[in-house]
């Protein structure tokens, strides 16, 4: 299987490289340049890509950036993306480009030979995603999600509330009793941070949630 690595630190580049090479890869590329990086692969078209995150000259995410252009030019070449960070945002736009695509940080590498079932799973059109990186897409989304603290019963009753229904309308509604959607709507209430003020009706500010994460 022929594979570029794009590691700008020459030791973790240089062992890589004879990692792979021991156990059956052909290394066709090695660059520590981001910007390098695409020529290198126009130029072998190898099965496999391994990228680091932050390369030279600013550091922070070109090896991201190129591992995105090596996708849209040639979504059939499998890439693993080996990080010693997090970086969210651009690693779910990756993540949802398709098959063969791998997130990996580099301090959660212990087992060599688990780190090359991970490529080659990735090289065959599996997906693999670090559960560090897992849990903090699950947060981000929580995050951005005020709704995600709820309970199935209780987005039920916020969405009966934001239809304009009546307690006991939301309780014939759902074959419940009347004191049991009370007790939801103050849990609502309470998840959602809307403590009671003299200005503000708290059940229309729940509604309004509702509809702006609708």
């Known amino acids: 299987m022929r594979v570029i690595i794009a590691e700008d630190d020459v030791l973790l580049r240089e062992g890589l490289a004879s ?3 021991r156990t059956g890869f052909e290394v066709v590329g090695l660059t520590g340049d981001a910007a390098l990086l695409l020529t290198l692969v126009r130029e072998t078209r190898p099965e496999l890509v391994v990228v680091d995150v932050r390369m030279p000259p600013t ?13 849209e030019e040639f979504p059939e070449i499998a890439i ?10 651009h690693a779910m736009e990756l993540l ?4 063969g695509i791998g997130y990996q940080l580099k301090s959660r590498i212990t087992d060599v030979n688990e780190f090359v079932d991970t490529l080659q799973r990735v090289a065959r059109g599996g997906s693999v995603v670090d559960p560090a990186l897992v849990r903090e897409l699950v947060t ?6 005020p709704l995600a603290v709820l ?14 229904r009546s307690n006991a309308g ?15 709507v103050r849990s609502v209430l309470t998840k959602l941070d ?21």
């Open 170 to 184: 939301i309780a014939h509604r759902l074959w419940i009793t009347e004191g049991t959607v009370e007790k939801h």
């Open 19 to 21: 990692l792979l090479e």
């Open 96 to 99: 949802a480009s398709g098959r």
């Open 140 to 145: 981000a989304s929580r995050r951005s999600d």
């Open 59 to 71: 550091h922070t995410t070109e090896g991201l950036q190129a591992a995105r252009e090596i996708r």
């Open 194 to 214: 809307l403590p009671e003020t003299e200005d503000d009706h708290r059940r229309i500010l729940a509604v309004l949630t509702f509809l702006e994460a609708h």
């Open 151 to 164: 309970s199935s019963r209780e987005h039920e009753v916020l969405a009966l509330m934001a239809e304009g």
């Open 80 to 89: 693993l993306v080996l990080s010693a960070h997090i970086e969210v945002e």
